[in-house]
């Protein structure tokens, strides 16, 4: 069924390369145009005047362990507080908190990590703007809007090598880490912990702003539809 439509296809619009590549091993299709996902920028902003206590990471998403690696963030965070260091790892979403709260517990980690529910859209914005970095750990995924969403609101992402997501990974906007590579995860949370320098808030912002606005993507699709329909 995919064969038939995409026989159908006169140009292939991925939000990423790599989700390019898998489509044409299925099909082949001679143009193809990335046009990434897309950021509501009046909601996700920067706070100039954000006053962090400690230096805090977060984890948004759905909670899946078997898709975002929540055990392994979970292992680097208590080597962290084995070792030393002071700071908060911030974790929650929409999906099951058991694994979580279990491990914090089990672990006397509740000084150190702090899980919460389901966010509504406007909220996810309020609680970047609240920590230092963003952390995504996962086994795979595509061209998630999160990390975008993260550089919108002006903090920068340590993330694993899956899908696109260094594809959209400007330089000194984060640390790109080996899938389940929990060493290299340690390693970076160990640079930002202790001061590493990345892009500012208003650089990351501004990346955003200029390739994943609703403008912006909106245009891209236009330029697509009417070149088509010539």
């Known amino acids: 069924l995919i064969k038939i439509i995409l026989r159908k296809v006169d140009v292939?619009?991925?939000?990423s390369n790599d989700l390019a590549q898998k489509i044409l091993k299925i099909y082949p299709i001679t143009i193809v145009k990335i046009i990434p996902n897309v950021v509501d920028v009046e909601l996700f902003s920067v706070k100039e005047d954000c006053k962090i206590k400690r230096i805090t990471f977060l984890?948004?998403?759905h909670l899946e362990n078997e898709h975002k690696n929540i055990l392994g963030m979970l292992n680097v965070v208590k080597k962290l507080v084995d070792n030393g260091y002071n700071f908060e790892f911030q974790i929650g979403g929409n999906g099951d908190l058991t694994l979580i709260n279990n491990f914090v517990e089990e672990n006397n980690l509740s000084a150190f990590v702090k899980s919460f529910g389901r966010l509504q859209h406007f909220e996810v914005?309020?609680?970047?703007?609240?920590v230092n970095c963003f952390v995504l750990f996962s086994n795979y995924e595509n061209q998630p809007c999160v990390q975008i969403e993260a550089f919108a609101s002006g903090i920068p992402v340590i993330a694993s090598d899956v899908g696109g997501i260094k594809e959209f990974m400007p330089n000194n906007?984060?640390?790109?880490?080996?899938?389940n590579?929990?060493?290299?995860?340690?390693?970076?949370?160990v640079e930002v912990i202790e001061g590493y320098e990345f892009a500012t808030p208003k650089e990351l912002n501004n990346y955003v702003l200029n390739n994943f606005s609703k403008e912006e993507i909106a245009q891209q699709f236009d330029d697509v539809y009417t070149k088509v329909l010539e």
């Open 12 to 15: 292939l619009t991925p939000v």
């Open 59 to 61: 984890h948004l998403s």
């Open 125 to 130: 914005n309020q609680k970047m703007k609240n």
């Open 173 to 179: 906007f984060g640390f790109i880490v080996n899938k």
């Open 181 to 189: 590579d929990e060493s290299a995860l340690y390693k970076a949370m």
